[in-house]
């Protein structure tokens, strides 16, 4: 259907590719912090209306629609076959993960648990020595890096993409040390000065989320004038500092946060409007595996009783363009995206 429509010129390509496409447009226009006008209509229309609003509404449209549907350079130098999403397996090293802690405290045991992670189709294996459930305690950075590195370094050594899931300047050059490609940081390089003064001076590829708040407390009153247009424009400005320091859009991706200072109403007004994140010009993950929302969402489920609801997300980010998607159960995801795949195509 998505090429059909591209051929006929009735649609636009999304992120380039020719198997997703829209037709229509949502606006938003804040005229007042809290106040927010939305609309529906098409690229046209819209390139036509900014005509008249004066030069910066006219390059600002111009660039939101040049960024969604330019094609993009693969994230991190990894390729995506046929513009499918990366899967990015979980490998926690830590005591007190919400989801799997202590299973894959020992190293060995961490390795064992990731390598079968890329037997099973993940691309990337995110490792990560600190919980950042609600609630949790921060770890020192000393600690972390006691727990990843030994893990970061096997892995690379064995040709595995690993990411860094840390907050720590102190980590993140340990572990890009040790092999680490990417840098995963819950608070967009927010949570440490030096983090992203690093990430510039190495050329790091670094994935920026968006968080309110810190774990501890981030879950007590989330707030949002319009949540999706409020973490954009928090993305916004930290991907500006990001190219500020010398990353260019192949190095960025973004991370809308599911979960992290959200109520189950935020969670999923953001993931309706994935597709919306491809207009800052960097890809985007999705991050939602085993997370209360679907909990809260199906009967306060367990978080290992999850998985059917994690798979429901991780198609429906696929769907709306997400690039990348961080998930526990691996087999399961690509065997999801994979039978969701084949029935698009038919």
């Known amino acids: ?51 008249g609003e004066g030069q910066t509404v ?11 549907t330019r094609v993009r350079s693969p994230f991190a130098g990894v390729a995506r076959p046929d513009g499918k999403p990366l899967v990015m397996g979980i490998l926690n090293v830590t005591p007190d993960s919400f989801s799997d802690g202590g299973t894959h405290w020992d190293p060995q045991v961490a390795v064992s648990s990731g390598l079968a992670m890329l037997e099973a189709g993940a691309t990337i294996l995110d490792v990560g020595g600190e919980s950042t459930r609600p609630g949790a305690d921060p770890v020192p950075p000393e600690e972390e ?13 064995r040709g595995a993409v690993v990411s860094i899931d840390t907050y720590h300047a102190t980590t993140m050059g340990a572990a890009l040390d040790a092999g680490a490609r990417i840098v995963n940081d819950i608070t967009g390089l927010t949570g440490d000065s030096e983090a992203l003064p690093l990430v510039g001076r190495r050329r790091a590829p670094v994935v920026v989320m968006h968080i309110q708040g810190e774990p501890r407390t981030m879950q007590k009153d989330p707030t949002y004038a319009d949540a999706p ?40 007004q953001l993931l309706e409007a994935t597709a919306q994140f491809l207009g800052l010009g960097a890809e985007i993950l999705v991050g939602a595996s085993r997370k209360s929302l679907i909990g809260k969402l199906c009967g306060e489920l367990l978080p290992r009783e999850r998985l059917p609801g994690s798979l429901a997300i991780a198609t429906a980010a696929a769907a709306r363009g997400a690039a990348i998607l961080r998930v526990h159960d691996v087999p399961e995801t690509v065997q999801a995206l994979t039978v969701a795949e084949a029935l698009e195509r038919a």
Not at 58 to 68: A, Y
């Open 145 to 157: 890096i006691t727990r990843v590195v030994p893990v970061i370094r096997d892995l690379a050594n």
């Open 58 to 68: 006219q390059d600002h449209v111009e660039g939101l629609i040049q960024s969604l």
């Open 229 to 268: 247009l409020d973490v954009m424009d928090w993305l916004s400005d930290r991907l500006a500092a990001c190219r500020a320091v010398g990353l260019t859009d192949d190095l960025l991706c973004v991370d809308p946060g599911i979960g992290f200072g959200k109520s189950v109403d935020h969670n999923l």
């Open 1 to 51: 259907m998505a090429e059909r429509l591209l051929t006929e010129g009735r649609a636009w390509p999304l992120a380039g590719r020719s198997d997703l496409a829209f037709t229509l447009l949502s606006l938003f226009l804040r005229d007042e912090p809290d106040r927010i006008l939305h609309g529906v209509t098409d690229p046209v229309t819209v390139r036509r209306w900014s005509l």
